[in-house]
């Protein structure tokens, strides 16, 4: 990556282009509007960054300032500040823009994810910890990004027309596809009878439209999938029963996870926990000796728990 210093001139906005590789591609109609305002009132105080186009001396592509740019032309400024650096390589131009932006406010995970994928196309590069020393971006992020990836071309077209919305107005969110990427994934591994009825874009798409209808309470709710499945992995509930919950959860839009796990399995894992905690108080009146004084609250306690017990046994037969 070139060291060679800046130099500040002054250039036609007209004459600059976005650069195509800017992770932040999405920009908040309101928050532009805002800065619109203030260009408008004391100019643009923080010059560009971009550099000569080799191929079209005259042109310049962005590297730092793409909202500010959009508001010079916006408002029709004869000339913008702007830093201008050599031209950088088709993979440097990604790792700068990457790094420039990455000390910047969060931007669309969206936006990350689709450069991300243009690092690892020109450097073939794709282990989690060498994209992150190269982008500045975190472990964490890279693996989000990647699982993002994954999704089916439609879904991530749905995410892109959205970025640019405010949080609350979007449905098709970067966080709910990755709870229904990673739903979708436990269902269909350990599910044999499902991942032979649905394919992988089947069951996503059957999940999105849940949160399309407004359905879901949270995307969060979709953690309770696994927990669903994992019934069945504990011999809670029969795989059997369990996999046409499951079924019924794709295919009825208005089935929320939420609901099937709890009509299905949450009586099972209360019991599970209830026996677990059978175990521990067990092992806590073990350290009592047989011939120890009970003090009258504790054998009233005592008494009330076995009372509850009996009838419970009773009860269930």
Known sequence: ???????????????????????????????????????????????????????????????????????????????????????????DNLLRMFNIHSVREDWPLIAVALSLREVIRISGEERESRLAERTGLTRATVRRAKRLLNLPDRELELIQAEAHLDRSQ?????????????????????????????????????FAKKAEARTLRAVTEFRDVAKLVKAADNDLVSTATVTSAVIRLIEDVEATPTAVFNEVAALA??????????????ESLAQFAPNGELSAAFREALSELRDAITQLLERRG
């Not at 269902?187 to 059957?206: K, M, N, Q, T, Y």
């Open 1 to 91: 990556m070139s060291t060679e210093p800046a130099t500040l001139i002054q250039i036609d906005p007209w004459s600059i282009r976005r650069n195509p590789n800017n992770p932040r591609r999405y920009f908040n109609d309101e928050q532009l509007d805002l800065l619109r305002t203030s260009v408008q009132e004391v100019g643009i105080l923080v010059p560009l960054i971009a550099y000569e186009d080799p191929d079209e001396p005259g042109s310049f592509v962005l590297m730092d300032g793409e909202r500010r740019w959009r508001c010079a032309l916006d408002l029709g400024l004869d000339a913008v500040p702007a830093s201008t650096i050599a031209p950088p390589t088709p993979l």
């Open 170 to 206: 979007q449905v098709h969110r970067e966080d709910l596809y990755l709870e229904i990427e990673q739903a979708t994934s436990v269902v269909r591994g350990e599910l044999p009878a499902v991942a032979e009825r649905f394919s992988r874009d089947d069951v996503i798409r059957s």
């Open 269 to 282: 894992f209360e019991q599970q926990s209830a026996a677990r905690k059978a175990d521990l108080l067990r």
